[in-house]
C-alpha cells in the first residue's frame, strides 16, 4: 500500500519548475526581526507539505509566477536589505533552500568572499547526503538549522504526508553535518507529539551528538487561516497552537 509520496522525487519534480539558468525563483525579500534581525529572501517550492506550514501558494503552486533571479542577484538583494538596517544575518527562507544545490553553493561563495555577514541555512535536510555536507564545510559563515518535522517517523508522516521512513533522511543530515564538523543545531515541531515520543527523540539525537541536544530548539504551530483549515481537514488538533499577532502578506 502507498504510504505517501517520495521527498526526493518531489525534490526534483520541484526543482524542474522552480530552477533555470542558474536562477531561481522568489517571492519575496524582506528584513525580519528572527535572530536578532536578518535580511530574508523567501524562495519558491518545497519537498515536503507540512500540514503547519506558513506558505501556501509558494509552495503548492510554484509554476503558478514569480520571477527566477541569479545567485548574484539574490546575494545583492539580501545585502541592501541588511545594509540598510544594520543586520548581519542572510537567509533564504519561505520555502526549501536546498533543492536548487547550486544556486545555494553560489549564493553561500559569495557570502564568503564578502565576509561582513553568516548565513543561516534553514532546512528540513531530507536532501542532506554525505556530499552536500561536505561541500557545506568548505563554508566558515554558515550555520545550518535543521527543522525536523515531529519527533518520529509516524508524526513526521501524520504531518507531512511523506513517507515515515523518510523521516530518517532529516535524522541523517544532522549525523553527516556532524560528521563534517560543520555547525548546525536541530529544531522539532512539537505542538503534535507525546512526552513519550520527545524522549526518544533525544535518545536518537544523542547518539547522533549530544551538543545537538543541549541545542534542541522547539518550534510549535501558529494558527494562521489555512493552517486551521488544513488542520481541520485533516482531522488533527495540535497540543499546543499560538494564534499569529499578524498574517504575513505572503499567504496569498
Ligand atoms: S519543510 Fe518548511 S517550507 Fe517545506 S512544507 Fe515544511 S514547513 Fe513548509
Request: net charge negative.
Amino acid at each position: 500500500m502507498e504510504r505517501g509520496y517520495d521527498p526526493i522525487a518531489l525534490a526534483e519534480v520541484t526543482r524542474r519548475i522552480v530552477e533555470r539558468d542558474g536562477g531561481r525563483k522568489y517571492y519575496r525579500f524582506r528584513g525580519g526581526r528572527w535572530y536578532g534581525g536578518i535580511a530574508t529572501a523567501d524562495c519558491v517550492g518545497c519537498n515536503l507539505r507540512c500540514i503547519f506550514c506558513w506558505s501556501n501558494t509558494p509552495r503548492d503552486n510554484p509554476a503558478m509566477g514569480w520571477g527566477f533571479y541569479s545567485p548574484e542577484e539574490v546575494y545583492r538583494n539580501l545585502v541592501k536589505i541588511a545594509e540598510r538596517r544594520g543586520y548581519r544575518l542572510l537567509r533564504v527562507s519561505g520555502n526549501e533552500p536546498t533543492i536548487c544545490w547550486d544556486h545555494l553553493m553560489k549564493i553561500l561563495e559569495l557570502v564568503e568572499e564578502d565576509g561582513r555577514f553568516k548565513f543561516i541555512l534553514e532546512t528540513n535536510g531530507t536532501l542532506i547526503d554525505e556530499a552536500k555536507a561536505y561541500d557545506l564545510s568548505m563554508f566558515r559563515r554558515v550555520h545550518v538549522r535543521v527543522s525536523l518535522k515531529g519527533a518520529c517517523e509516524e508524526e513526521f508522516s501524520l504531518l507531512t504526508g511523506a513517507r515515515p521512513e523518510a523521516f530518517e533522511l532529516q535524522l541523517n543530515a544532522l549525523k553527516h553535518l556532524a560528521d563534517q564538523n560543520v555547525p548546525a543545531h536541530p529544531a522539532v515541531m512539537l505542538s503534535f507529539s507525546s512526552e513519550e515520543s520527545l524522549g526518544k527523540l533525544i535518545e536518537r539525537l544523542n547518539e547522533i551528538d549530544p551538543v545537538y541536544v543541549r541545542e534542541l530548539e522547539e518550534e510549535y504551530v501558529f494558527l494562521y487561516p489555512h493552517v486551521k483549515e488544513r488542520l481541520r481537514r485533516a482531522g488533527i488538533i495540535p497540543k499546543v497552537a499560538y494564534e499569529p499577532d499578524r498574517v504575513p502578506e505572503d499567504l496569498v
